[in-house]
Structure formats: structure tokens, C-alpha cells
């Protein structure tokens, strides 16, 4: 009776090694579930720009912190931070227009984030004032800022947000 039991539990036991093997091999995909675009928004801040960037849907909807998404929090199989490959190209405004580049570089700090009161999915990042180069022509506090971010398997997403303050309005 004892060599039947120890037959049924090693059996048992390489029945649920194989399917934790596969459910983990199987949710390794590394890409996110439903990710077709960004939607990027910014705040000044006295010594950086606080960027935050939302993961929407093919219809622009705003991904949300579920099962929809393969990211974080959701069992082993995590995209993370380290993965995006991002690219932020910062210009001054000058009579309205686009001025010259004063930034471009990677974002600072990538890292998932929510909203309070939402379950919206979003990366934050940052990038620190002191990179932001200076223009002396500039007639504006504001600028254009284009973000581009990507993984292995999805992007570049890219998005531009006009008009954002990217100064101080002090000189």
C-alpha cells in the first residue's frame, strides 16, 4: 500500500510541476495585452518635468489595472520597467512655433504608476531641469515635448505634447 501511495503523490507532483511549467512559459510573452498607443502628459516642477505616460487601446481607451494587461502585480510573468526603451525630445517654442532642441535623451526614473481614484495604467518618469538645455531666443516658459517608448515586441509609441511649460518663467 505505501509503494501505490508513493506512486500516486509522485505522480501527483510531476502532473503540477508540468502545468505550473507551462502556465508560467505560457504568460511569458512579454508584450501587453491590448497595447496600441500612449498618451503622454507633463507638469513642470521646479527642478524636472514629471512625465506620465498612459498605455491606451486600439480605441484610445486608457489601460486599466486588470487582467487586461500583462504588467506588474499580475502573477511571475511582469513587463518591466527595464524593458521599455524610451526617447524624449524636448524643444523650446519660439513665436509660437517650434524652436530649437534642447533635449534628447532618454526619460529618468521610468517606473509604474496609477492615478488616484483610477485604475488607469500609466509609466511615470521624469527629466531633470538641469538637462534641459537653455534657448536664448525662446519668447515662451512653454514647449513641444515627443515621447517615444517601446519594448522588444511592441512600439516605438510616440506622442507630442504641445505647448507644456518646460521653464521657469523666471530667467
Not at 494587461?69 to 525630445?89: D, H
Not at 492615478?115 to 519668447?139: C, H, K, M, N, T
Amino acid at each position: 500500500m505505501s509503494a501505490f501511495r508513493n506512486q500516486k503523490v509522485h505522480w501527483f507532483l510531476g502532473w503540477l510541476g508540468t502545468v505550473c511549467l507551462i502556465s508560467i512559459s505560457g504568460c511569458g510573452s512579454g508584450k501587453i495585452d491590448k497595447f496600441a498607443d500612449i498618451q503622454v502628459m507633463s507638469d513642470y516642477r521646479r527642478d524636472w518635468l514629471d512625465i506620465r505616460v498612459f498605455l491606451l487601446d486600439e480605441n484610445g481607451r486608457t489601460l486599466i489595472w486588470n487582467n487586461s494587461i500583462l504588467s506588474p502585480e499580475i502573477g511571475l510573468s511582469t513587463i518591466n520597467e527595464s524593458e521599455f526603451t524610451t526617447n524624449a525630445k524636448i524643444y523650446s517654442m519660439r513665436q509660437g512655433e517650434k524652436g530649437i532642441k534642447v533635449y534628447d535623451g532618454r526619460l529618468i526614473d521610468l517606473r509604474w504608476s496609477g492615478v488616484v481614484g483610477s485604475r488607469a495604467r500609466l509609466l511615470r518618469a521624469e527629466i531633470p531641469r538641469a538637462l534641459i538645455d537653455e534657448d536664448p531666443q525662446r519668447d515662451s516658459e512653454v514647449g513641444f515635448i515627443t515621447i517615444t517608448i517601446q519594448t522588444d515586441k511592441q512600439g516605438p509609441f510616440s506622442d507630442t505634447v504641445e505647448r507644456t511649460q518646460i521653464y521657469s518663467s523666471f530667467r
